[in-house]
């Protein structure tokens, strides 16, 4: 199944190509890329699929979106799926060059 899967923005790297975003406790570096013109902040939230964040969401529709996963029972999936994000060594977020 393909999970769009809420996130919300907690840092970003250097250049605002990559964000720390926060899915319920997993913090993982997600691209944001695709959002630059919808003028991210930290806090916001989005949906990301496969390691890229695809639309910028309301708070209440993140929770919306969380309790759907829940009550389908793909949250776990979800976590899971975002666990497995990397872009790059997770031990360096923000790597020079």
Not at 5 to 18: E, L, N, R, V
Not at 26 to 38: F, M, Q
């Amino acid at each position: 199944m393909c999970l769009a899967i809420p996130g919300q923005i907690k840092a970003f790297d250097a250049d605002q190509q990559f964000a720390t975003v926060d899915v319920s406790g997993v913090r993982r570096k997600v691209n944001v890329d695709l959002l630059r013109e919808d003028g991210l902040d930290e806090d916001d939230w989005v949906l990301i699929h496969v390691g890229f964040a695809m639309s910028k969401i309301s708070a209440a529709q993140a929770e919306e979106q969380l309790r759907l996963l829940t009550m389908l029972g793909e949250a776990a999936a979800a976590i899971e799926e975002v666990e497995g994000y990397q872009f790059d060594d997770e031990d360096d977020p923000w790597p020079s060059g």
